[in-house]
Nanobody, 123 residues
Framework: VQLQASGGGLVQPGGSLRLSCEFPVRVFSKYVMGWFRQAPGKEREFVAVISWTGGAKEYADSVKGRFTISRDNANNTMYLQMNSLRPEDTAVYYC?????????????????WGQGTQVTVSS
């Protein structure tokens, strides 16, 4: 079963985008979900993680106050609302899932990866 990420695109600095990630599993709510990104020439990095029910969330310092992670367990979907986008946010964004703790996913211990969606912030 693969995660399906969508919603990327080209946006001007200061603009907004909302990424979506569908995970068609039988029990979506047993998975911790998160987002990572990889910019050209750089390693993949953690962006945000959300717990099974959505009650706990963590963010990378670089996106705190600008990005919001959320999930809809009834529709097997996770979101990343990205506001006040900067050129340095340009990257391929990947969604990820783990049947375990948020801390483990944040550290890169991922059971399932999505295919990635390109976000480009440029004027």
């Amino acid at each position: 079963v693969q995660l399906q990420a969508s919603g990327g695109g080209l946006v001007q600095p200061g603009g907004s985008l909302r990424l979506s990630c569908e995970f068609p599993v039988r029990v979506f709510s047993k998975y911790v979900m998160g987002w990572f990104r990889q910019a050209p020439g750089k390693e993949r990095e953690f962006v945000a993680v959300i717990s099974w029910t959505g009650g706990a969330k963590e963010y990378a310092d670089s996106v705190k106050g600008r990005f919001t992670i959320s999930r809809d367990n009834a529709n097997n979907t996770m979101y990343l609302q990205m506001n006040s986008l900067r050129p340095e946010d340009t990257a391929v964004y990947y969604c990820a899932a783990r049947a375990g703790s948020p801390g483990a996913l944040k550290g890169g211990q991922v059971d399932h990866w999505g295919q990635g969606t390109q976000v480009t912030v440029s004027s």
